[in-house]
């Protein structure tokens, strides 16, 4: 069992930043690969960032190449994804995962263990 707190979210204007940053306890978070998702109202939850194991391999969605950047801390359980030049279309609920698979992965039927979810809002 994996527990995954996700915190940093809140309220920004277009072009802000914010970090959130992902908490994981339980089994070994170095035998994971972790991924941050998003679901804005009325629309599917879509992956936004993905990082393996060891955090040499990454994987950022199209539409937030530039702009998003994924890390993890294996000795602090933690995985951040630092948001910059935020957009209005980036507001949603983002939620950060947990693969027992262990290579960077897109599906969202790969991630066995999910976070509550922090709101992200980006004003126009």
């Known amino acids: 069992q994996v527990q995954l707190v996700e915190s940093g979210g809140g309220l920004v204007r277009a072009g802000g930043s914010l970090r959130l940053s992902c908490a994981a306890s339980?089994?070994?978070?170095?035998?994971?690969?972790m991924g941050w998702f998003r679901q804005a109202p009325g629309k599917d939850r879509e992956v936004v960032a993905a990082?393996?194991?060891?955090?040499?391999?990454?994987y950022l969605t199209d539409s937030v190449k530039g702009r998003f950047t994924i890390s993890r801390d294996n000795a602090k359980n933690t995985v951040d994804l630092l948001m910059n030049s935020l957009k209005p279309e980036d507001t949603a609920v983002y939620y950060c995962?947990?693969?027992?698979?262990?290579?960077?992965?897109?599906?969202?039927?790969?991630?066995?263990?999910w976070g509550q979810g922090t709101q992200v809002t980006v004003s126009s």
């Open positions: 990082i393996g194991r060891s955090g040499r391999s990454t």
């Open positions: 995962a947990a693969s027992a698979a262990g290579y960077v992965g897109t599906n969202r039927l790969l991630y066995n263990y």
């Open positions: 339980g089994r070994t978070f170095s035998g994971y690969a």
